[in-house]
Antibody, heavy 121, light 107 residues
Framework: EVQLVESGGGLVQPGGSLRLSCEAS????????MHWVRQAPGKGLQCVSY????????HYADSVRGRFTISRDNAKNALYLQMNSLRAEDTAVYYC???????????????WGQGTLVTVS | DIQMTQSPSSLSASVGDRVTITCRAS??????LSWYQQKPGKAPKLLIY???SLQSGVPSRFSGSGSGTDFTLTISSLQPEDFVTYYC?????????FGQGTRLEIK
């Protein structure tokens, strides 16, 4: 069974930092692109960042580029999101999600973690 | 960025009804369209991918159609557990973007 378990959320002051983790199990982690998706309270879904399986290429939303860093440790089956210079508008539940598709691209997210809440205040 | 617009934003219906939710892309996205269901306090769950492919384990009352800019999610006979929120998502180009959501309410 595919499982994704996030941790590391919490309350942080504006300008502060947090590191989120996502522990994966039940599948070959190194073979999949992995994504962070966030949802502000009462709002919709926003893709924050992803990292590819092949060469660990990364991509960021404009709103977080230069402040957030995504990384992965395939030996530990773990995904990370280092968040610096946090702002009130970063307050959200952060989900890690497995990307599925073909040709090395993610076209849909077939497994999600339970989410971890980040509050910037 | 490709904008995804869902309609309606909310919908009232009854158990047993057939309902359709529409998603429109700001430019053509072929069939790079997925649908998710989200229950309160839970992570989204994949229902449909590639516009019309049913994810394993999802009940057959859910179906998707469309290509280009216009897509639909249809629930053929609403069950009590279906009265939650639905999102469409395009993956034609980065950044991947979602619709604003459609909340399905019991009439």
């Amino acid at each position: 069974e595919v499982q994704l378990v996030e941790s590391g959320g919490g309350l942080v002051q504006p300008g502060g930092s947090l590191r989120l983790s996502c522990e994966a199990s039940g599948f070959t982690f190194s073979a999949f692109n992995m994504h962070w998706v966030r949802q502000a309270p009462g709002k919709g879904l926003q893709c924050v960042s992803y990292i590819s399986s092949r060469n660990s290429a990364t991509h960021y939303a404009d709103s977080v580029r230069g402040r957030f860093t995504i990384s992965r440790d395939n030996a530990k089956n773990a995904l990370y999101l280092q968040m610096n210079s946090l702002r009130a508008e970063d307050t959200a539940v952060y989900y890690c999600a497995r990307g599925e598709g073909y040709g090395g691209n993610s076209y849909w997210f077939d497994s999600w973690g339970q989410g971890t809440l980040v509050t910037v205040s | 960025d490709i904008q995804m617009t869902q309609s309606p934003s909310s919908l009232s219906a009854s158990v047993g009804d057939r309902v359709t939710i529409t998603c429109r892309a700001s430019q053509g996205i072929s069939t790079y369209l997925s649908w998710y269901q989200q229950k309160p306090g839970k992570a989204p769950k994949l229902l449909i991918y590639a516009a019309s492919s049913l994810q394993s384990g999802v009940p057959s009352r859910f179906s998707g159609s469309g290509s280009g800019t216009d897509f639909t999610l249809t629930i053929s006979s609403l069950q009590p557990e279906d009265f939650v929120t639905y999102y469409c998502q395009q993956s034609y180009s980065d950044p991947i973007t979602f619709g604003q959501g459609t909340r399905l309410e019991i009439k």
